[in-house]
């Protein structure tokens, strides 16, 4: 098995370097060569997929290390239980935004040059397994760089759009910010392990020989290292510019699973490097991933692009995720190590759904703009007659995500909740208290996020069209609703069957921390209503699924008994007397107005009036109101903190010299301290 898993992976890096090269080598037949790349990172993701479900079916970690010639760094790599979990997701996002990319790169056609697009896909498709699996420090961090890299050359693949530049600037900074913090972090330990090797093998439970105010100072690092990359507030400032900038078969990808590498990293330094953890650092992490579920829904529910809509989006749900790890965290340091089993199923849960149903969304955003070359919401509308495919399949996403039964958003926030009520399981009464007040921001949060979905589905597919773009939309090619399809059956899937769902987790769990709840998860099957030990309530959602259906067919039944001549009648919409016309349909401003004004201490509106006259000062001709709300944390946290580093880069800006010798001094001396360093 271990030989068999070994060269499957090798396998699958080789698939995805050939996709890469044939993605170059046609340079007449682009769309054959982008093709042939596309069906063999398709390919290569089903390998994965193997191997994932191989390692957590088996319940056996593989390691194995490449040893290049004359090899500075050993090339070490391990499959256990987590890693599989993060590959599966992975692999299989990659599968279908794959199978996607097929049709969507027909929008860039004789319009630019799609071989660099492959070439960068099927790179990054690779780099982010090998983030997951990497055993080594300096592996990390190459492979870490190396994703961000492709992905940046990703965000700009349209560069000629000023905005996609700036996205693409803003992405780049940011992330080699978050590799300092996490480079340092992995500095600090390496200098306590004493064991000369960057392997994770030397970092597990290093936290038992460092004292614990490295432990805190790793602990931030890590914090805010993997918490740029996650996107929680106030780090998300690349997301909502990079993930709308890149093409929307990218956008899925660095959505629905790009972005989880950062969760996987915060599991594994919290409950593998660090441990144990006081519960003051879990106590962090549920007040970050609350107040980023909040603030996250609450920016979303302003935008009117769909894709800067969904990035702010995804902020919200990797706050939920951080609630369900912070808790966790929580009840491990109380050793209530069966609570802290079912809040983690809770986080990567969450986690895997939210990789589903998220790009599932990004994908009909990218069929609307493949059919309309628009992606402002207040210029779609009437899409439902349009794309009757794509607007059933944007709204199972819709549902799910906004936490509606049978599908799966419900039942990880479900957990979610659940996790939370336990809280009050714990000694401290202040964790008591901020668990029942984390409770009801994710109750706001789904409220919020329900609206906001109302608001992206009725403003973009029904009423009237509200432009020559939403007119003349022709539904997709066949590919791209398919795939779309399979996320969409998916969404049915991971909600009707949690208990498979949560099995699979727990084997991760039992080996993360050492308890096994399976007893308690089986309560989750058909049907299943029994006391628990560990006192989960529980709930099915196929039997609330069928109880469902019977009770709308009681209703029905009901109704037509009660009124035979009950059927469906239509009418035209009253309008005053008026032809209906598509400006008299709720905008998305107009829809969002109630919660700008009830929040406009966090929004801070700005509201202009431009009037033009036919004749000057007597003859209105138009009225245009311009609506904008503040970015705070950008305009009271990183303008100042820009200008700040810019002040202190013009002082020191003597030390650029030109000269190449006084460069290599440089080098000589930072070499010289940070063996120092290490020394001490």
């Known amino acids: 098995m271990h030989t068999m898993i070994e060269h499957l992976f090798v396998l699958s890096i080789i698939l995805f370097a050939l996709g890469s090269l044939f993605a170059l080598c046609f340079y007449r037949w682009q769309m054959l060569g982008n093709y ?53 997701a992975i692999s299989v ?215 800067t809509l969904l990035a702010y989006s995804s902020v919200e749900n990797i706050g939920i995720i951080l609630i369900g790890i912070g808790l966790s965290m929580i009840f491990k340091s109380y050793n209530l190590m069966a609570l802290s089993s079912l809040a983690m199923v809770a986080g990567l849960y969450h986690m895997l759904n939210h990789a589903v149903f998220k790009s599932l969304l990004f994908g009909c955003a990218g069929n609307i703009y493949y059919s309309t070359h628009t992606r402002n919401i207040e210029q779609l509308g009437g899409l439902i007659k349009r794309l009757q495919i794509t607007a059933p399949l944007f709204l199972v996403g819709a549902l799910a995500i906004s936490a509606i039964p049978p599908l799966n958003g419900f039942m990880s926030e479900w957990l979610v909740f659940q996790s939370l009520l336990n809280g009050f399981n714990i000694p401290s009464v202040i964790v008591k208290v901020l668990t029942a007040i984390c409770g009801a921001a994710v109750a706001l949060t789904g409220a919020l996020v329900a609206t906001c979905f109302v608001k992206a589905f009725g403003i973009s597919f029904l009423a009237l069209p509200r432009s020559e773009h939403a007119r003349h939309a022709r539904e997709v090619p066949v590919i791209m609703y398919v795939s779309m399809g399979l996320l969409a059956g998916l969404c049915v899937f991971l909600g009707l069957f949690p208990a498979k769902i949560m099995m699979t987790i727990n084997h991760v769990n039992t080996e993360l921390l050492g308890v096994n709840i399976a007893k308690a998860i089986t309560s989750y099957d058909w049907l299943q209503m029994k006391t628990l030990q560990t006192n989960f309530s529980e709930i099915s959602p196929k039997s609330a699924t069928v109880f469902g259906l019977m009770l709308l067919a009681v209703t029905v039944g009901a109704m037509t008994l009660i ?72 305009k009271y946290f990183y303008a100042p903190l820009s200008k700040y580093v810019l002040s202190i880069s013009n002082k020191v800006r003597w030390i650029h010299t030109g000269s190449v010798h006084i460069y290599l001094v440089y080098i000589f001396i930072t070499l010289l301290i940070s063996m120092l360093v290490i020394r001490w």
């Open 36 to 88: 042939l790349s596309l069906i063999l990172a398709a390919i290569a993701s089903c390998v994965n997929i193997a191997i994932a479900t191989s390692v957590l079916f088996n319940h056996s970690a593989v390691r194995f290390n490449f040893l290049l010639y004359h090899a500075i760094i050993k090339y070490s790599f391990l499959i256990d239980s987590l890693s599989a979990i993060f590959i599966l």
């Open 563 to 634: 009124n035979p001549g009950f059927t469906k009648k239509m009418y035209e919409t009253w309008t005053c007397g008026i032809s209906p016309e598509p400006r008299f349909g709720y905008t998305a401003t107009a829809f969002s107005k109630p919660f700008r004004i009830i929040f406009s201490n966090l929004y801070r509106p700005r509201l202009e009036i431009k009037t033009t006259y036919s004749v000057p000062k007597y003859f209105v001709k138009s009225i245009m109101y311009i609506s904008e709300i503040t970015p705070i944390f950008e």
């Open 93 to 307: 996002i990659s599968f279908i935004a794959s199978i996607y990319s097929l049709g969507y790169t027909k929008l860039y056609v004789n319009k630019r040059d799609t071989r660099f697009l492959g070439f960068h896909f099927n790179v990054f498709l690779l780099a982010m397994v090998l983030v997951v699996t990497a055993n080594n420090a300096l592996v990390f961090m190459i492979v870490w760089e190396l994703m961000t890299l492709v992905s940046f050359f990703l965000v700009i693949f349209e560069y000629e759009n000023p905005f996609h530049r700036k996205a693409g600037f803003v992405y780049l900074f940011m992330s080699y910010i978050c590799a300092v913090f996490i480079s340092v972090a992995f500095f600090i330990m390496f200098s306590y392990v004493k064991t000369w090797t960057f392997d994770f093998d030397s970092f597990r439970y290093a936290g038992d020989v460092m004292p614990a105010i490295c432990k805190n100072i790793v602990f931030f690092l890590v914090l805010i290292g993997f918490g740029i990359k996650a996107g929680i507030f106030p780090l998300h400032l690349w997301l909502p510019l990079a993930h709308p900038a890149a093409p929307s078969n990218v956008s899925m990808v660095m959505s629905g699973v790009m972005i989880k590498t950062a969760i996987y990293g915060f599991i594994r330094f919290y409950f593998e490097f660090l441990t144990p953890c006081p519960p003051w650092w879990g106590i962090i992490i549920l007040i970050i991933g609350a107040s980023s579920a909040v603030l996250g829904i609450l920016y979303a529910l302003m935008e009117k692009d769909i894709k």
